[in-house]
């Protein structure tokens, strides 16, 4: 991306909230390299991606809760652009603890919001998810037709996005929504929330386990590497401001059921596993692809990363990372 450097100020500071997350270390890993400043908010309670950062002069890590709203004034002081990361990500979990995540979630979200208004940053770019189209049966999903959430984490992920539309046009805080699709990559855990399914599949394989896929592995999917998602959000910094207080998806639009994704997965290591294959679970969306002409025309997005090579990309850090631990 070296469209990047040219598009900000040497002196530009980001904010990188859930910065120990999967996302979140890969933006501030990318920003770091290109020169920036990078403030990096996370309370530490699932990753902890940030060790490589801590010896970098422009890295700056602040311990704290989005939840907090003192904790978010202090973050968003002094910066120039908000990439808001983190979240409650943990589908089924919200299915039990609905309050937990809309604690999280929503008024998380609304604590940043109020504070980045407080302190005038530039822009305020925040991490929204495909599940927001709910039982919309589209083939392709298109951002002004979602359906009804499906679950506690899905509404609270469309809240966010009402929120974020009202303080782009009553308090004039230029807000961008990202509507990411399937997200993958190094650094991502296995054992993540909502069971991520490239590195856990990755995983069995090199464990020679059998991996289970929902619906019989015939959920249609939409796999986004990671590196698409860090160019969505830097692009969003600088987008026009008349879209302000709009959503955008994040994808491939690349259409690939669970199974295809298996075989590709079991070749590339040169396994020939079966699968198990059973029904799919309560709140989970049977398809998943996005239509991405809108971030494509408005944002400049590209998406270069394809399945395939983002696939192979995964596929080789997490074998070294196996033959590392093994030997």
Known sequence: ?????????????????????????????????????????????????????????????????????????????????????????????????PLACAEHNVKGTLNLLEAAREKQVKRFVYASCSSVYGDNEDEMKVEDRIGLPLSPYALSKLVVEQYAELYSRIYSLPTYGLRYFNVFGHYQRSDGANMPIVPKLIEQLLHKEAPVLYNYGQSIRDFTYVANVVEANLRACIAPIENAGEVFNVACGESVTVKELFDMVNWSLGQQIEPRLVPMQKGEVLNSLANIEKAESVLGYTGKWRLTAGLAETIRHCVNDFKFIKG
């Open 1 to 97: 991306m070296d469209w990047v450097r040219e598009a900000f100020p040497a002196e530009t500071t980001f904010l990188v909230t859930g910065a120990a997350g999967f996302i979140g270390s890969h933006l501030t890993e990318v920003l770091l390299a290109k020169g920036f400043r990078v403030r990096g908010f996370d309370n530490l309670s699932s990753s902890s991606n940030i060790k490589r950062f801590l010896k970098n002069k422009n890295f700056e890590f602040q311990l704290g809760d989005i939840r907090h709203f003192e904790s978010c004034r202090q973050a968003c002081t002094n910066v120039d652009y908000v990439l808001h990361q983190a979240a409650w990500t943990n589908i089924a979990k919200s299915m039990e603890m």
